[in-house]
């Protein structure tokens, strides 16, 4: 499939406020957040359009300040059919976002890995009937939608005490394409067979790197660049947004990098997400 960008049409939140079309459209939030669209359904991943950070983190040497606002208020994205979170730290699975956009949208299930169950009925304030829970190799099927699961490793593979894993990778399906995000992770042994495996058209991907500073600090690193466009190559997928950056100055890459990696690519079709883009996928035009 073929991956285009193009500037909005309309403000973002008019944009969102609007019921999705069949077209498979993309909207980048931020950090790891997306609107993810087609077949007249929508999806919202780890979404974070607050500042619960920056005052959790306030007087630390680490203090979470945006270098760019939310592009949208989480209660101006309508329309919602599934939310999901790929694991349980606060960027991904936010106090300060769900519960405004669940009730926004009070028929959209909540979905998350089982490891997170807990912490996820406590930050979002939905009823445990909302809640779904998945797994490493599990799969779900909603009304329009399909959600595949994956192993990922934010830094190791981590699992909790009745054997979860804490980290996922989710696949969305939906409009006839097959959009793959990674969650949080670096490379490890069997991934790129595992997200092959995926068929996926598209690839969202961290990029902010990991290094012993941050390591040393409490904070978990994710891919490289150049390790996120190796994992497409090796699985197969032809597409690749990267993201995971320019949001927290302590724990980003540098967008020239990021930049100049995805034009000296060989993949199809590699980008650097940008909020005030609107990222297509459709049938490639032929030659």
């Given at each position: 499939?073929?991956?285009?960008?193009?500037?909005?049409?309309?403000?973002?939140?008019?944009?969102?406020?609007?019921?999705?079309?069949?077209?498979?459209?993309?909207?980048?939030?931020g950090?790891?957040?997306?609107?993810?669209?087609g077949?007249?359904?929508?999806?919202?991943?780890?979404?974070?359009?607050?500042?619960?950070?920056?005052?959790?983190?306030r007087?630390?040497?680490?203090?979470?300040?945006?270098?760019?606002?939310?592009?949208?208020?989480p209660g101006?994205?309508?329309h919602?059919?599934?939310?999901?979170?790929?694991?349980?730290?606060?960027?991904?699975?936010?106090?300060?976002?769900?519960?405004?956009?669940?009730?926004?949208n009070p028929?959209?299930p909540?979905?998350?890995?089982?490891?997170?169950?807990d912490?996820?009925?406590?930050?979002s304030?939905?009823?445990?009937?909302?809640?779904?829970?998945?797994?490493?190799?599990e799969?779900?099927?909603?009304?329009?939608?399909?959600?595949?699961?994956t192993?990922?490793?934010?830094?190791?593979?981590?699992?909790?005490?009745?054997?979860?894993?804490?980290?996922?990778?989710l696949?969305?399906?939906?409009?006839g394409?097959?959009?793959?995000?990674?969650?949080?992770?670096?490379?490890?042994?069997?991934?790129?067979?595992?997200?092959?495996?995926?068929?996926?058209?598209?690839?969202?991907?961290?990029?902010?790197?990991r290094?012993?500073?941050?390591?040393?600090?409490?904070?978990?690193?994710?891919?490289?660049?150049?390790?996120?466009?190796?994992?497409?190559?090796?699985?197969?997928?032809?597409?690749?947004?990267?993201?995971?950056?320019?949001?927290?100055?302590?724990?980003?890459?540098?967008?020239?990098?990021?930049?100049?990696?995805?034009?000296?690519?060989?993949?199809i079709?590699?980008?650097?997400?940008?909020?005030?883009?609107?990222?297509?996928?459709g049938?490639?035009?032929?030659?």
């Amino acid at each position: 499939m073929r991956l285009t960008e193009r500037p909005f049409d309309a403000p973002l939140r008019e944009v969102l406020a609007a019921p999705p079309g069949e077209p498979v459209q993309l909207y980048w939030l931020g950090q790891a957040g997306f609107v993810v669209e087609g077949g007249r359904c929508r999806v919202v991943i780890d979404p974070y359009l607050s500042d619960f950070l920056a005052e959790k983190y306030r007087g630390t040497p680490y203090p979470h300040l945006r270098m760019m606002p939310a592009p949208v208020e989480p209660g101006e994205i309508a329309h919602v059919d599934a939310v999901l979170a790929t694991h349980a730290h606060t960027d991904h699975l936010d106090p300060g976002t769900l519960p405004q956009l669940l009730e926004s949208n009070p028929g959209a299930p909540l979905i998350v890995p089982k490891s997170a169950r807990d912490v996820a009925l406590t930050r979002s304030c939905v009823s445990v009937e909302r809640l779904i829970g998945i797994e490493a190799g599990e799969r779900l099927d909603l009304p329009g939608v399909s959600i595949a699961a994956t192993r990922a490793a934010h830094e190791t593979l981590e699992r909790d005490g009745r054997g979860f894993h804490c980290f996922l990778g989710l696949a969305v399906t939906l409009g006839g394409a097959t959009v793959f995000h990674s969650g949080d992770t670096v490379p490890f042994e069997g991934q790129a067979e595992e997200v092959r495996a995926l068929n996926a058209d598209l690839a969202l991907l961290p990029v902010n790197g990991r290094d012993a500073g941050r390591a040393a600090n409490g904070v978990p690193g994710n891919m490289t660049m150049a390790e996120a466009l190796e994992l497409c190559r090796a699985a197969g997928i032809a597409g690749m947004i990267a993201h995971h950056f320019d949001l927290f100055a302590f724990n980003t890459a540098p967008r020239p990098e990021v930049e100049a990696l995805a034009r000296r690519s060989n993949l199809i079709h590699a980008v650097a997400a940008r909020v005030d883009r609107a990222y297509g996928l459709g049938p490639r035009q032929a030659d």
